[in-house]
């Protein structure tokens, strides 16, 4: 698997210029978080097609599915990624074609078919979540317990005010 590696002299400049006051102080948390994402996204990315034959997109559509009850409407689902409807549809006739999903009609309301997570579907998104988190697990290394405790208690915090703002 090709490693992602982020150069050095990319990180060295731009430190420099925020130190230099060329860019504001606010780049110092978006510049690296947005390197950070970029990395473990394409990272992850490339081990779920290797090692499960899966996308990311995928992925994400079996873990909103898993977390949420296993059933949901594609609306629901819609919300709690980051597609368009047009590359829901997509996701889902791709997992539904691999036997990780079906559809069922929802007895509320007879127009929409529900989402739900098939027997199979549940088996690969429990197997890819824990490999891919054993996987991407090294980039935190460097952390102490109490700093992984700290640095995942800021991201929520950060994640929370997102809906705020």
């Known amino acids: 698997m090709k490693k992602n590696r982020v150069h050095t002299d ?94 069922k009609e929802d007895k509320n309301d007879k127009r929409c078919m529900l989402v739900c997570l098939s027997q199979s579907g549940e088996e690969i998104v429990k197997k890819s979540l824990f490999e891919i988190s054993k996987e991407c697990s090294k980039y935190f290394e460097i952390f102490n317990e109490k700093e992984r405790e700290v640095f995942a208690s800021l991201l929520k915090k950060i994640l929370l005010n997102i809906n705020k703002v």
């Open 10 to 103: 990319l990180i060295t400049n731009f430190y420099d210029k925020v130190s230099e006051r060329e860019l504001s102080e606010v780049f110092l948390m978006t510049f690296p978080i947005a390197l950070i994402q970029k990395t473990i996204f394409t990272h992850a990315e490339n081990f779920l097609k290797e090692k499960f034959e899966l996308l990311n997109s995928e992925v994400d559509v079996l873990a909103s599915l898993f977390t949420h009850g296993k059933i949901l409407s594609p609306t629901q689902l819609y919300d709690l990624t980051i597609f368009s409807s047009g590359g829901m549809t997509k996701v889902l006739k791709r997992l539904e074609a691999k036997g990780f999903i079906y559809r």
